[in-house]
């Protein structure tokens, strides 16, 4: 699979929904971030995300990582490796972690969301697989189970909102005390839909896919990572619907997510660490844009208004907290 070459005939967002994973090592990463964004103002139901589920769904060991050992041992510095390391990290991490928290989410919802949903899980742990792959065999992490990767790659991950002390882990223990408590849900997805799957992972990818793609490295991470960048079309998709339909069931559950947002973005200041952007050719102040476009755009899109105060707030977003 190559990375660089533009789609042939199909207009761009038909070969985003429709190559296979062979093809979409040519679909380049902003084609995939404007298919996030395609149906957010009309957002699609359950069984039509279900559908393009059962359509897009690809196999995680069909991914050929020789190339991409080769690059990462020989083409890439010791800079690069360790920036890209850091800033996929948290990706890692946060696809197992909602792989197991989802469940109690699903319970709560419709039948169709439910069935939906449980195409998400399955991506979830698809993902997962797939991170595991790349650091075993590309990265050579140790370990021999995947919790044993997992664990190599903890010292990487900043807790602020994945881990087992960061905040989504804190609302998933809220939400498992009562999994149909509205209130509780809207506080879960709107960290998890709007801001981790939303801004933190779509902002990993655009950052680390265009950074294979110019350098012309990693081609099964590209290729795979892509596909991944795809199914978070359906999660943010989904996971906006249901906030939106929250507001409009509920307009109390603004308040819930105005003040989910004022948490996340005070925590957000608080840096421990800092992300050696720049190596993978990304400066602090473009990633700041970047994460202020994706929420910005995501808010607007499904129409949720937002107060002065977080209007300021998110005008101060830390980069560094990109990674998860």
């Not at 650091?135 to 992490?141: K, N």
């Not at 995947?146 to 997992?150: G, S, T």
């Given at each position: 699979m190559s990375i660089g070459q533009a789609p042939p005939a199909k207009t761009r967002q038909e070969a985003v929904e429709q190559s296979s994973l062979a093809q979409i090592g040519d679909v380049d990463i902003d084609d995939v971030l404007d298919y996030v964004h395609?149906?957010?103002?009309?957002?699609?139901?359950?069984?039509?995300?279900?559908?393009?589920?059962?359509?897009q769904r690809w196999d995680v060991y069909e991914l050929d990582f020789t190339q991409d050992v080769i690059d990462w041992r020989t083409r890439m510095s010791q800079e690069e490796r360790d920036a890209f390391v850091a800033i996929s990290s948290g990706f890692h991490h946060g696809e197992r972690q909602v792989a197991v928290d989802l469940p109690v989410f699903m319970l709560g919802g419709t039948e169709e969301s439910k069935i939906y949903m449980s195409s998400q899980i399955e991506d979830e742990a698809r993902h997962t697989v797939f991170f595991d792959?790349?650091?075993?065999?590309?990265?050579?992490?140790?370990g021999s189970t995947?919790?044993?990767?997992?664990d190599a790659s903890y010292p990487y991950?900043?807790?602020?909102?994945?881990?087992?002390?960061?905040?989504?882990?804190?609302?998933?223990?809220?939400?498992?005390r009562d999994p149909e408590d509205l209130a509780a849900r809207t506080r879960y997805g709107t960290t998890y839909f709007l801001w981790i799957e939303g801004v933190l992972a779509l902002s990993v990818m655009k950052i680390t896919l265009t950074y294979c793609r110019t350098r012309k490295f990693l081609p099964a991470y590209y290729a795979g990572f892509?596909?991944?960048?795809r199914d978070e079309a359906r999660h943010v998709q989904g996971g906006m619907r249901f906030l939106r339909d929250a507001v409009q069931s509920d307009?109390?559950?603004?308040?819930?997510?105005?003040?989910?947002?004022?948490?996340?973005?005070?925590?957000?200041?608080?840096?421990?660490?800092?992300?050696?952007?720049e190596a993978l050719g990304w400066t602090p102040e473009e990633v700041r844009r970047l994460m202020i476009r994706q929420l910005s755009m995501k808010l607007s899109d499904?129409?949720?208004d937002l107060p002065p105060d977080i209007q300021q707030m998110i005008q101060r977003i830390e980069p560094e907290l990109a990674g998860g």
């Open positions: 395609a149906d957010l103002k009309r957002l699609p139901d359950h069984m039509e995300l279900y559908r393009r589920y059962l359509r792959r790349f650091y075993r065999e590309v990265v050579a992490l140790p995947v919790q044993e990767v997992l991950v900043s807790e602020t909102f994945v881990g087992p002390f960061g905040l989504l882990a804190y609302q998933a223990d809220e939400l498992r892509t596909a991944t960048c307009p109390s559950q603004l308040r819930e997510i105005h003040e989910t947002l004022r948490t996340i973005l005070s925590m957000n200041g608080a840096v421990s660490r800092r992300l050696a952007l499904v129409g949720i």
